[in-house]
């Protein structure tokens, strides 16, 4: 062979984007494949749970690659040890329930068998969103200012370094330059152009969201679960959406009392149950505190239906009363282990106000039907 | 990597080249680029520096480069069995790192070069994928992305289901059909031509009855294992652009099958001499230690699994050291004359792929002494099952068999004489992934159009999948 048998080079490679495009297009997909299954995801625990964590695993099994393999649970691998390994010896447990990495693995890591996406906690927020909005929301007199965002509108000849517009600052410079015909580039402090801004103010009505919970000894770990990944979701929703609407936490038994946030998720009570007495303390509130003039009102309360039969009437009355001052009034029942068809799910049938709604769930997958069932924008002003 | 690397670099790749070739090396000219991560991670998910577009190569590249960014991973080098060889290395790789590499990347190009399992693969694959990816955009331009893309999910569910045999024992076989659309095809034009009937003299034909009989005439006649060509071919709904895609990842898997064949010798051939030719070439003592390190990385054990740079490694030295210095024994038995090391290693690069390569070289004392077993799971613990080195050797060829995957035979296109397809998994002991079998059917009804079938075996009874476009039927034999 004669001369050099090689060549070295390095190029510029900044224009190839073919991996990122096609990342790109695989992560569409995963958002597809999660709106498809925002029901399944919506009341996952990992996210409920998240407890502030940015980014959330969500497992879809639609963007496997499919293709026929062996049922790897029943497969013989070849695996190394460090020395005088026998038979019989325990390389590790079943890696499903550990991350994967953990368990022993045969290049093709047995056990890890679905894809989870990767999603922060807002993008889903978003995807789940999209369309829910405050229903009936109405203008009313007294009016909160809600964002006074900042926003560069305007170009000035002073002001702070930082909010420098290079591109008017060097068209000022050439222009002045050519205008003297200098023929210099030089900036003189007269060049100088910054961006100021306007506050942006906008006023929105306002809204007081009522979350009253059942917490008394009939509602177990998944009614409570349930009833709390509706408020999770409905508490993240108004947060996002709305900046200044007031939420307040009410949870009951056979009596009920104001909690902070944190005291309504995580707090598990007992005791027998009367609904009458959450509404009590929401109609108080509402003449003592919001007045239905200034506000929009949306009370929402979850239980399992499971109320004292002799206050079921009194309930009724109560609710009647609310709906006069809100508007929308959302019940959401939860159908659980011993769930009695009885229940105040019943009772609310005969209440025949558009401005009712109820809903029915019976497993983790109906939170986000009735996320939108509540927070369907119908007659949004 | 500064242009003052860049040069240092060339001038050992001198030596590296020049030390190489007298150990015998034997490989095509080289070309090096340095690449930055993002770009060498893009190879690393497509195979190659140019491909058609598809989410499952984002999905790829992103895991990849995920792990390099967390620092669990990275890749050195990427290396393309073509003439000229390419061979990518990663921007910041140093000097010593670069020069480590790159006496690695000889030895796999001298395997490329001289194993028979290559022995057809196109050395301007590089030219091909690009023209494939050109003609696929084209096709997403004239049909539409997500006609071409649901496509490709489906020829992608059975890329694996190649014949990588096709030609050998096969005389006059059915040349791929000429595709209205291929802009590139040299090859295929110069094998059509009026005097093809040449091919078939000597070829019994069994005219007579088959007129009488097309009907009822089996198709394929023999068991057929390449499903995406048999689909390609025989497949009644698809359109002329989608047999030519199903044709394109025919093609790009038959170029990558002799690497999933050849995985742990080819690693542990450019293991053996990288190692040995940097222990030739002048390094200063900080390089050394870094050598070291990095060699000693790049032979670690795996925890998870084997590691074949390592258990090729083993086994190649193992086979030099017994034909140089064969036990009284093997003089006996085998009449080896001894130092003939060197060219029996070199013969058997030539000839092995991996499953020859371990039933005959992976020794008991090698099992041993590497301390394999076999493992698997035992209700809900991995357990070790097996450590007697022949059962031992047994289940890593059968691991081996087939890339991995299982063996699936096409057994009747026209099936109930009504079009539909019969597939047949020629079942060794291990059972299927149900529900992958269940997700990836609806693909192969994709392709083909009608309803499909899949014989198994689950728990040592028979059953039939099938799949008519709205339902899963299970049924047992």
Known sequence: MTGTSFIVSKDDWSLHRKGHIDQQRH???????????????????SIIMSEGRKI?????????????????????????????????????????????????????????????????????????????????????????????????????KKGIMS?????????????????????????????????????????????????????????????????????????RFLRTKYQNVNILFLAHHTVAKEVTEEEFFTKGESGGTRCSSVYELALEIIQTRYSPEDYNIYPFHFSDGDNLPSDNGKCLELVRKLLDFCNIFGYGEIEGLYYNSSSLMSVYRKINDEKFTSVLIKDKTGVYPALKTFFKPHNET | MTSEEIKLFQESLEQISNKAREFGLDFYEMRFEIIPSDIIYTFGAYGMPTRYSHWSFGKAFHRMK???????????????????????????????????????????????????????????????????????????????????????????????????????????????????????????????TPYDDLWNI????????????????????????????????????????????????????????????????????????????MREINLSEEETIEFAKMHAGVVQKSRSGLN?????????????????????????????????????????????????????????????????????????????VETEWEKVREGFVTMLANGGFPFIMVEDGNYKGDGELYLCHSHDGRDLDLYYLEKTLPHVYRLWGRTVHMETVVDNKKLLYSYNGTKILKQSM
């Not at chain 1, 060049?191 to 006023?203: A, G, I, P, Q, S």
């Not at chain 2, 890329?159 to 659309?181: L, M, S, T, V, W």
Request: glycine share 6%.
């Open chain 2, 66 to 192: 995920t792990q390099y960014d967390y620092n669990l991973s990275k890749i050195y080098e990427l290396v393309i069995n073509s003439d000229p060889c390419y061979a990518f290395l990663l921007d910041g790789n140093l000097l010593i790192q670069n020069k480590l590499v790159a006496a690695h990347v000889y030895a796999h190009c001298d395997f490329f070069k001289n194993n028979q399992w290559f022995r057809h693969t196109s050395r301007d694959m590089v030219e091909s994928m690009s023209r494939n990816a050109e003609r696929i955009r084209e096709y997403e331009y004239r049909f539409g992305r997500e006609r071409v893309e649901s496509l490709l999910d489906s020829a992608l569910a059975i890329q694996e289901h190649i014949d990588p045999r096709y030609n050998i024992g096969r005389q006059g076989a059915p040349q791929k059909k000429q595709c209205k659309y291929d802009k590139c095809g040299q090859e295929i034009n110069k094998r059509v």
């Open chain 2, 308 to 384: 074949p740079y390592y258990i090729g490694l083993k086994i190649w030295e193992d086979i030099e050291k017994r034909w140089d210095k064969p036990s009284a024994e093997e003089k006996k038995k085998y009449g080896r004359l001894g130092g003939q090391g060197r060219e029996k290693i070199f013969e058997v690069r030539e000839t092995e792929n991996d499953i020859s390569f371990i039933r005959n070289y992976l020794t008991k004392e090698l099992v041993e002494e590497l301390d394999l077993f076999l493992f698997q799971k035992v209700y809900t613990k991995w357990q070790v």
């Open chain 1, 56 to 156: 959330v695993k969500v497992p879809i099994r639609s963007l496997d690659e499919f293709h026929f393999r062996f049922n790897r649970n029943k497969q013989k691998y070849v695996g190394q040890g460090d020395g005088a390994t026998k038979k019989g010896d325990v390389l590790g447990q079943d890696s499903s329930s550990q991350g994967p990495g953990k368990g022993p693995g045969a290049g093709s890591e047995p056990g890890v068998d679905y894809y989870e996406a990767e999603i922060t906690v807002d993008e889903l927020a978003e995807l789940i969103f999209e369309d829910l909005g405050l229903p009936n929301l109405k203008e009313k007199k007294q009016q909160e200012l809600i964002s006074d965002s900042f926003q560069f509108r305007d170009v000035r």
């Open chain 1, 163 to 235: 909010n420098i517009d290079k591109r008017r600052t060097i068209m000022e410079s050439i222009r002045r330059n050519a205008v003297e015909g200098t023929g210099d580039i030089a900036i003189k402090p007269d060049d100088l152009r910054f961006k100021t801004w306007d506050e942006d103010v906008r006023y929105q009505s306002n809204a007081v969201v009522i979350a009253m919970m059942d917490t008394s000894g009939s509602m177990g770990p998944f009614e409570k679960y349930i009833a709390r990944s509706f408020f999770f979701w409905m508490v």
């Open chain 1, 27 to 45: 992560m569409e997909k995963v958002k597809e494949a999660i709106k498809k299954n925002l029901a399944d995801i919506v009341a996952e625990e």
């Open chain 2, 202 to 277: 000597g070829i019994k034909k069994d005219t007579g009855n088959e007129n009488a009989n097309k009907k009822n005439k089996k198709l394929p006649s023999e068991p057929e294992k390449d499903l995406l060509r048999f689909i390609a071919v025989y497949g009644r709904e698809l359109e002329e652009w989608e047999r030519d895609i199903l044709f394109i990842v025919r093609d790009e898997m038959l170029y990558f099958w002799p690497q999933v064949e050849t995985k742990i010798m080819n690693e542990g051939w450019a293991t053996l001499w990288h190692s040995r030719i």
